[in-house]
């Protein structure tokens, strides 16, 4: 009895397409309701028009006001640079995290680079801003 590698993935494939969600299990009534000339419906979206610009101006607003309590006192003379350098690596990485979750969950899209530029850069400066009030005002790493 020779038994051929390919004739059992042959047997997987078809047992695969026997239960899975392929074209071959659609019903008629949902071949019929396709129709490739139209475009598919978009859910409403109840966003105001300016969602994204207030958004952006929120995130900019409390990262002024955390730069303000950061800065307002002299920071630690020693490794000055460095340490603005780690909390401002800290906050792009946190950022991105944000953003890709963002991506996956699909709400990542915009309509022009101007509110893309704009909320990247709010949500970047923001965190950054969270980061090195962290830092600097909590006490634990200084």
Request: proline share 1%; with cysteine; hydrophobic share 50%.
């Amino acid at each position: 009895m020779a038994w051929n590698f390919l004739d059992g993935l042959d047997i997987i494939v078809d047992v695969l397409e026997l239960f899975g969600s392929g074209s071959g299990s659609r019903s008629t009534s949902d071949r019929k309701s396709l129709n490739y000339d139209e475009k598919p419906q978009k859910k409403s979206s109840k966003r105001s028009k300016y969602f994204t610009e207030k958004v952006s101006t929120v995130f900019i607003v409390l990262a002024a006001f955390s730069f303000f309590i950061v800065f307002k006192d002299s920071l630690p003379a020693q490794n000055y640079t460095q340490t603005l350098v780690v909390t401002s690596l800290i906050g792009i990485g946190i950022s991105f995290v944000l953003f890709f979750i963002l991506h996956v969950m699909e709400f990542y899209y915009f309509k022009n680079i101007f509110k893309l530029l704009l909320f990247s850069c709010s949500v970047i400066v923001f965190f950054i801003s969270v980061a090195m009030y962290i830092y600097f005002r909590s006490g634990w790493f200084i």
